[in-house]
């Protein structure tokens, strides 16, 4: 926690848990032991030790996105995002510079000053305990030899109503010298001793602290005190029998004092005479659990603590049309993965909705979205390179095109199919030679979300479908050259986030524009492999076939063994290898000549670094070529 957001995020998220353990605690309260009843404060204190929304992941209610509806109405700023990075406060990075800086810092003060309170108090204790008086063993070793427990430095102190244990590493049990402490108390405090209960008073006071101004969590801290107590009052009665039992209450009511009841690092049997009362209630009903409880209990506690620390994902936003839940909703529902950035990329193009963008862009562009919301409404993002979302043929959805990994983040073409054909420009109908929008972008990880942005201005082109790679779309090129011909491979890969509905009584699907922000990709490869003739034009009557067979080549391994194309064949394997051999007729000379092509759906979406490629003139091996990445050629062109 670095700001009063983080500190809102924390202790609200911990409040949720807290007001349904008390609810669970008191549905449960005579069905429980109070072990178990102690135990289920594990659960709050697992939630108090993890930062709020960790992966994106929020307890029983969207909390993020309600402090982020908070922060962005009362400071006007969207461009930020609450993150806990840790369940404790943290130094402000910058000096106060606001009235939330300021609180921040009077937060901290007061952690500060309890923590210091708590401090004092325990020095107070430890240099009074140093002027008691030792205690003679006899009866804290009977009591201790009697029940199996561990002993301590024991001595007395005036003006004490009741014993207790105080320290951990060097723990001292402190009596009262004005009168004489009965046995059943010596046996209490050598429990707590035992069991090392003053840890858990100590974790009591570090939550207090951290959490001074929060009095749901002051109450839950109480409660749990007072389990603390109950709990100990359990085991002394598991080893008392008869009248011991009765008469171990009646020594609870004559303990009401409260003078080192909140000490941390102590025991102490007083908690006040309400809680008092509340042990004694329990004695009267004081029963043996069965063993089967036990079971039951840890049933109970795992149907808790499954799911609250899991959490939940957003996975989709509000569409209420107020700017403030709407861009909180989508700045909180993160894009897990860089596909689901990608996908939510484009639906938000395809549909103009400016809260999907808000769910995939970075933090420097959320203001300028808020901004536009007031201008063109909740529903039309207008962005002046991708025009408007009435463009584009929402049936045909979107195509991620050369998908690379580069520099932490990944980089791909956003290939858009339009309605028509712009303006100025014809189209025939054929499917094949559609208009479409292509678009270079990145996404990358920013403070645990996936994020998009633009690396140019968005483009429109005409396709060029043919066997292999649609040459009007982005594709890199592989080339290497050898006696009078250049061989090309061209790959171009289409990657997807499969969002398509139900199909209807028709059979007829579409894709569902709703964000897919945990998606992962679909992907097919496209490759063609062409030959230039490059040489003399007198030397092209040595030639009548030529073929190539490439395969990828993977650095640092051997050459892969290439296949021998036949005449007339062409061909591909699912290993990414093609080949192919032709005749040279008149017309193939001065254009490229076709050798082979195909696709492969589920095939790796990357960029091989090299090809290993066979050269075949007049069906003889003429060379063997390692096709490089074209120079100057990159997967947008």
Request: proline share 5%; glycine share 8%; with cysteine.
């Amino acid at each position: 926690m670095r700001d009063i957001w983080g500190f809102l995020l924390q202790t609200l998220t911990a409040s949720g848990v807290a007001l349904l353990l008390i609810a669970v605690k008191a549905m449960l309260r005579d069905k429980l032991s109070p072990r178990w009843q102690f135990a289920a404060w594990g659960v709050l204190w697992a939630v108090l030790l993890m930062p709020a929304g960790l992966m994106g992941r929020y307890c029983l209610i969207n909390w993020p996105m309600l402090v982020e509806v908070v922060r962005s109405a009362l400071t006007g700023k969207f461009g930020a995002l609450t993150y806990v990075t840790a369940p404790v406060p943290l130094p402000p990075v910058y000096a106060p510079a606001s009235l939330w800086d300021w609180l921040y810092i009077a937060y901290l003060t007061g952690a500060a000053a309890l923590a210091a309170k708590y401090i004092l108090s325990y020095v107070r204790l430890r240099l009074a305990l140093k002027k008691g008086r030792p205690m003679p063993a006899g009866q804290i070793e009977a009591v201790a030899d009697a029940y199996d427990l561990p002993v301590c430095r024991a001595v007395e102190l005036r003006g004490l109503q009741t014993a207790f244990v105080c320290g951990i590493f060097r723990p001292v049990l402190a009596l009262p010298a004005d009168r004489e402490t009965d046995s059943k108390v010596i046996l209490h405090e050598l429990l707590h001793l035992k069991y090392r209960d003053a840890v858990w008073g100590l974790v009591i006071a570090f939550f207090r602290c951290l959490h001074w101004c929060n009095p749901l969590l002051w109450l839950c801290a109480d409660m749990a005190s007072n389990d603390l107590e109950a709990l100990c009052d359990q085991r002394v009665l598991e080893r008392l029998e008869g009248e011991d039992r009765r008469d171990y209450g009646r020594i609870l009511l004559s303990m009401a004092d409260e003078k080192y009841a909140r000490v941390p690092g102590t025991s102490s049997m007083a908690n006040g005479s309400r809680n008092v009362r509340r042990r004694i209630e329990a004695i009267v009903r004081f029963k043996l659990y069965p063993a089967g409880m036990r079971l039951v209990s840890v049933c109970i506690l795992l149907v808790l603590v499954c799911p609250i620390l899991a959490g939940a994902r957003a996975r989709t936003v509000t569409d209420t049309g107020d700017k403030y839940i709407d861009l909180a909703s989508a700045r909180t529902t993160r894009c897990v993965t860089f596909a689901g950035a990608f996908d939510t990329y484009a639906k938000a193009v395809i549909t103009g909705r400016n809260d999907y963008r808000a769910m995939c862009a970075p933090l420097s562009e959320q203001d300028a979205l808020a901004g536009s919301w007031s201008e063109y409404g909740g529903r039309s993002w207008f962005d002046a390179d991708l025009s408007h979302k009435d463009v584009y043929d929402r049936s045909l959805g979107y195509g991620i095109y050369n998908l690379a990994e580069n520099n932490g983040g990944w980089e791909g073409v956003l290939v858009l199919t339009l309605q028509s054909a712009p303006e100025g420009e014809t189209w025939s109908g054929n499917s094949s030679e559609r208009w479409v929008t292509v678009q270079p972008l990145r996404a990358y990880r920013e403070n645990g979300r996936w994020v998009v942005t633009a690396l140019g201005d968005a483009k429109t082109c005409q396709r060029d479908e043919r066997d292999g790679v649609d040459l009007g779309l982005p594709y890199i090129e592989y080339k290497d050259a050898a006696a009078d011909f250049t061989v090309r491979l061209l790959r171009q890969t289409l990657s997807y986030v499969d969002s398509r509905t139900e199909p209807d009584v028709f059979g007829y699907s579409q894709p569902d524009m709703t964000p897919v922000p945990d998606g992962k990709f679909l992907s097919e490869t496209q490759e063609t492999v062409l030959a230039d003739y490059t040489g003399p034009e007198e030397n092209r009557a040595l030639y009548d076939r030529v073929g190539v067979s490439a395969a990828v080549l993977k650095s640092g391994e051997v050459r892969p063994v290439l296949r021998t194309p036949k005449s007339g064949e062409t061909g591909g394997s699912t290993d990414g290898s093609q080949w192919g051999d032709t005749s040279l007729r008149d017309d193939w000379w001065d254009g490229p000549i076709f050798l082979s092509g195909g696709g492969e759906w589920g095939g790796d979406p990357t960029f091989p670094e090299l090809y290993a490629a066979d050269l075949y003139l007049n069906g003889e091996k003429s060379a063997e070529l390692t096709l490089r990445p074209a120079e100057g050629g990159d997967i947008y062109v």
